[in-house]
């Protein structure tokens, strides 16, 4: 079964050449000065940034657009939540900035390898037991797809036609058995999987062929992050009206 993994394309993306640790870094900043900004027009400049980011990383349209997709109902309740309780003008700009933020995190895991990743978490001290929550958790979403695409083929291979409404009790009897059948089946293979990596040595720690180094490249971008981190930010607070 193809699956959709969020860094599937990150190798081939020049921004993968990046060190892992200065990219995480400069993203939280970003996304730490947009949770400051309040109207459209720095926000507007901080989603520009990352689009041009996304055009230089190479990493298709289409694949960014379902990465997107997979945030947009979390994106769409906080707008119209907002728009209810404050107005129109609050639910874009809680729109914009939710989106923006999510775009940045989108820049960040399409154009990294998710290990690499998370070797840059442990860099800065995030403790093992979380990045190994976030590595078991972000591979075992696949076993239960896998699980979930076979017992769908077992279904139809016995003959089970769909269609028929939730209050049906034969169709709640299906859905009961199909979904303790995935647990106990996802389970199983989430315990071989387990002992798979404890007999080749793993103890917790992330682990990969090459060492991140940060360069004058590297630099250039923590720079350019920030800088629109900083811009934006006046542009909210008005310093730059002040100046000129």
């Given at each position: 079964?193809?699956?959709?993994?969020?860094?599937?394309y990150?190798?081939?993306?020049?921004?993968?050449?990046?060190?892992?640790?200065?990219?995480?870094?400069?993203?939280?900043?970003?996304?730490?000065?947009?949770?400051?900004l309040?109207?459209p027009?720095?926000?507007?400049?901080?989603?520009g940034?990352?689009?041009v980011?996304v055009?230089?990383?190479?990493?298709?349209a289409?694949?960014?657009?379902?990465?997107?997709?997979?945030?947009?109902?979390?994106i769409?309740f906080?707008?119209?939540?907002?728009?209810?309780?404050?107005?129109?003008?609050?639910?874009?700009?809680?729109?914009?900035?939710?989106?923006?933020?999510?775009v940045?995190?989108?820049?960040?895991?399409?154009?990294?390898?998710?290990?690499?990743l998370l070797?840059?978490?442990r860099?800065?001290?995030?403790p093992v037991?979380?990045?190994?929550?976030?590595?078991?958790?972000?591979?075992?979403?696949?076993v239960?797809?896998?699980?979930?695409?076979?017992?769908?083929?077992a279904?139809?291979?016995?003959?089970?036609?769909?269609g028929?409404?939730?209050?049906?009790?034969?169709?709640?009897r299906?859905?009961?058995?199909?979904?303790?059948?995935i647990?106990?089946?996802?389970n199983?293979?989430?315990n071989?999987?387990?002992?798979?990596?404890?007999?080749?040595?793993?103890?917790?720690?992330?682990?990969?062929?090459?060492s991140?180094?940060?360069?004058a490249?590297?630099?250039?971008?923590?720079i350019a992050f920030v800088?629109?981190?900083?811009?934006?930010?006046?542009i909210q607070?008005?310093?730059?009206?002040?100046t000129?």
């Amino acid at each position: 079964m193809k699956h959709h993994e969020i860094d599937q394309y990150a190798k081939q993306s020049p921004l993968c050449r990046f060190d892992p640790r200065v990219k995480t870094l400069s993203t939280i900043v970003l996304v730490v000065a947009i949770a400051f900004l309040r109207e459209p027009l720095p926000l507007l400049l901080c989603l520009g940034f990352l689009l041009v980011l996304v055009s230089i990383s190479g990493i298709p349209a289409r694949h960014v657009g379902k990465s997107y997709v997979l945030a947009s109902s979390f994106i769409l309740f906080a707008f119209l939540t907002m728009w209810y309780s404050s107005g129109l003008d609050e639910g874009v700009n809680v729109f914009l900035r939710i989106s923006t933020s999510v775009v940045a995190l989108i820049v960040l895991t399409t154009t990294t390898p998710f290990f690499d990743l998370l070797k840059a978490l442990r860099w800065f001290k995030v403790p093992v037991i979380i990045s190994s929550l976030l590595l078991f958790t972000y591979r075992f979403i696949f076993v239960f797809q896998d699980e979930l695409e076979r017992m769908k083929l077992a279904r139809l291979a016995r003959g089970f036609k769909g269609g028929k409404s939730l209050l049906n009790k034969e169709a709640l009897r299906t859905i009961a058995y199909t979904a303790g059948m995935i647990l106990v089946r996802s389970n199983a293979r989430a315990n071989n999987i387990y002992d798979a990596l404890l007999s080749r040595g793993y103890t917790g720690e992330i682990k990969t062929l090459n060492s991140p180094r940060a360069g004058a490249k590297d630099a250039a971008l923590a720079i350019a992050f920030v800088g629109v981190a900083v811009l934006s930010l006046c542009i909210q607070t008005d310093v730059i009206i002040w100046t000129l």
